[in-house]
């Protein structure tokens, strides 16, 4: 029953960082998809954001430390974006400018209503998009991780990525490369 569902839903963060602790009453287990020790969810946030970028997601750090309704992260965006990409087709009715709260909130329950359906994720995270939407990273990027993993064959659309007036002679593919091998190069 229940270890079996685990086995589908795969851990969530790295065994490495487990102490004998972790399945004291006092610490869930480590295999909670809404649990994550600090340093780990460091770490699956930089996996998760290295896939959006080989997926073609331009996150910008003036979006992210915008107002929530300007962070892709919070505003459902990016979420019904994804969803629309794993699924193969866009997700209808989905805010591209949220100016509200409740538009911001309607977006990640649009994705959420995606994801359920398909019934790959964890029904923890799926539940309620107001932590989504409030910004809490422990349940984005347990989801975005979840996402990750229950389509591990998605590619980004075939375009070039244009570049102020000048076309680059790279790929999205390409660019991915090149970002990953610099992000290894920086961490070693």
């Known amino acids: 029953g229940k270890e079996k569902k685990r ?14 602790e972790s399945s004291s009453p006092s610490h869930p287990a480590v295999t909670d998809p809404l649990v994550a020790q600090s340093p780990s969810i ?3 946030e930089d996996v998760v954001r290295l896939w ?17 309704l300007e962070d892709p992260f919070r505003n459902g965006t990016l979420l019904c974006e994804l969803v629309g990409l794993v699924e193969g087709t866009p997700i209808k009715g989905v805010i591209r400018k949220p100016t509200t709260i409740i538009s911001a909130i309607k977006n990640v329950e649009l994705a959420l209503q995606v994801l359920q359906r398909q019934g790959l ?30 389509h591990p ?9 244009l570049t102020g007036s000048s076309r ?17 190069w920086l961490y070693e």
């Open 7 to 20: 086995e589908k839903e795969g851990p969530v963060v790295s065994e490495a960082h487990v102490d004998d």
């Open 42 to 44: 460091m770490e699956l």
């Open 52 to 68: 959006l970028r080989r997926l073609g997601f331009r996150i910008t750090p003036h979006e992210e430390s915008g107002s929530m």
């Open 121 to 150: 994720i964890p029904t923890e995270l799926l539940r309620d998009p107001e932590p989504i939407v409030r910004g809490s990273g422990n349940i984005t990027w347990n989801l975005l991780w979840h996402i990750k993993m229950a």
């Open 153 to 161: 064959r998605v590619r980004p659309a075939a375009r070039k990525i």
């Open 168 to 184: 680059l002679p790279y790929t999205e593919s390409h660019l991915a490369d090149l970002e990953e091998s610099l992000f290894r």
